[in-house]
């Protein structure tokens, strides 16, 4: 897959500090003016560390959009991602898995993101307010996910808010084994996935900006010709199609063309997708 443009901001949520130096190792992270809990990169990846529970995890947003560095990298970020240990009754240590259920063992009230990412390992996060040492059901149990999820909700695309865990305890490595260097070495080994499943949000988070964007060549177009709403919706799909195919040279030269009437320049834009192979999507 293609690198999207790192102009698309990917947010990451961790807890603890040993969660975060190794994200900031490997993407360069680098600390935002009078904030020293949020760090970011040239490589449009924005670090945010909350703090153990549900509380913390609230404040922090709370504080970032207040703060100046919210001004410096807006809050509103498409995709966001929480990265944590958790704990597992089957999964063994260093395993990885992606949320397909956020719930709250306080509320009960869950969540079901949108099976976008992918791994070995799918599963529900429980969200809970004391680790968690029963294992009683097969889940991983965390205490931030859900507020998370519900902090993210106001500031990034829905398809685009997901939660990946990393397994640190289960029934037989309880949670007195976890140290700093043991968080560390987990995140290490699973950095290259981690990688992945940021670039595969990058590229998604960028194609979903392009579809509810309008393109520059169409604002040209409809700049300099007369469309009524239909036109108008139908120019700005086919439009959209192209950037999406990174054929704009090629919708450039077209557009460029002089077509006066609205129905011959859909006609032109359909007719060069549909001999490429490339369809409208109408």
């Known amino acids: 897959m293609p690198m999207a443009s790192e102009s698309v ?6 807890a603890l500090p040993a969660e975060a130096g190794p994200l900031k190792e490997v993407f360069q992270l680098k600390p935002l003016r009078a904030m020293n809990n949020v760090f970011q990169s040239d490589q449009g990846v924005r670090l945010l ?8 995890v609230n404040h922090s947003f709370a504080i970032l959009a207040r703060s100046e560095s919210a001004r410096e990298s807006p809050l509103f970020s498409p995709a966001w991602l929480n990265i944590g240990i958790a704990g597992h009754r089957e999964l063994p240590v260093g395993e990885v898995m992606i949320a397909n259920k956020i719930s709250c063992a306080v509320s009960a009230q869950y969540s079901l993101p949108t099976p976008i990412l992918s791994g070995r390992n799918c599963g529900e996060v429980v969200t809970v307010d004391e680790p968690e040492l029963a294992y009683s059901q097969n889940a991983a149990y965390d205490m931030e996910a859900h507020a998370f999820w519900d902090m993210a909700l106001n500031y990034g695309m829905l398809d685009l808010i997901q939660c990946c865990k990393l397994i640190s305890d289960n029934p037989h490595d309880g949670v007195e084994k976890i140290t700093a260097a043991l968080i560390a070495e987990i995140f290490h080994v699973a950095s290259y996935e981690i990688r992945q499943q940021i670039d595969l949000l990058r590229n998604l988070a960028h194609e979903q900006q392009q579809l509810i964007s309008d393109p520059a060549p169409y604002l040209k177009i409809a700049g300099r010709m007369h469309l009524n709403v239909n036109q108008a919706l139908q120019i700005r799909r086919l439009c959209q199609r192209f950037v999406t195919l990174n054929r704009e040279s090629e919708l450039e030269k077209l557009l460029s063309a002089g077509y006066q009437s609205a129905r011959d320049l859909t006609q032109v834009l359909r007719e060069s997708l549909q001999s ?3 369809g409208t999507e109408e």
């Open 49 to 56: 560390v909350t703090g153990v529970g549900r509380k913390n």
């Open 9 to 14: 901001l990917v947010t990451l949520v961790v």
């Open 276 to 278: 490429a192979g490339a």
